[in-house]
């Protein structure tokens, strides 16, 4: 069964930065979307990134300019960058993979059929 498995989660202060990394088992992610979702407890799951497998990426209003997504097809892992880090970006990251080729928005959870364990973010003030 396909896995995605996130790590680089952890503590970090106000203005600080982490970066996630995702890697996929059993399937390369050379022709498929991945992105990034996070969530709060009791709120939805929120879209963070994504990346096409152009290279082309997509990023929330709330994270542009300072969370960057990048790939390593030979890695088969993808990377979420995160600098300046707010303590509203507190939340459990999740990595996903569309491996089925939906043509739902890629802001749209339903569009992503395998997804990680999440990894927790925790920005202190």
């Known amino acids: 069964q396909v896995q995605l498995v996130e790590s680089g989660g952890g503590l970090v202060q106000a203005g600080g930065s982490l970066r996630l990394s995702c890697a996929a088992s059993?399937?390369?992610?050379?022709?498929?979307?991945m992105g990034w979702f996070r969530q709060v407890p009791g709120k939805e799951r929120e879209f963070v990134a994504a990346?096409?497998?152009?290279?082309?990426?997509y990023y929330a209003d709330s994270v542009k300019g300072r969370f960057t997504m990048t790939g390593d097809n030979a890695k088969n892992t993808v990377f979420l960058q995160m600098n300046s880090l707010k303590p509203e970006d507190t939340a459990v990251y999740f990595c996903?993979?569309?491996?089925?080729?939906?043509?739902?928005?890629?802001?749209?959870?339903?569009?992503?059929?395998?997804w990680g364990q999440g990894t927790q973010v925790t920005v202190s003030s």
């Open positions: 996903v993979a569309d491996f089925v080729g939906s043509g739902s928005n890629y802001a749209t959870p339903g569009k992503y059929n395998v």
């Open positions: 990346i096409r497998p152009s290279g082309v990426t």
């Open positions: 059993l399937r390369s992610i050379s022709s498929y979307a």
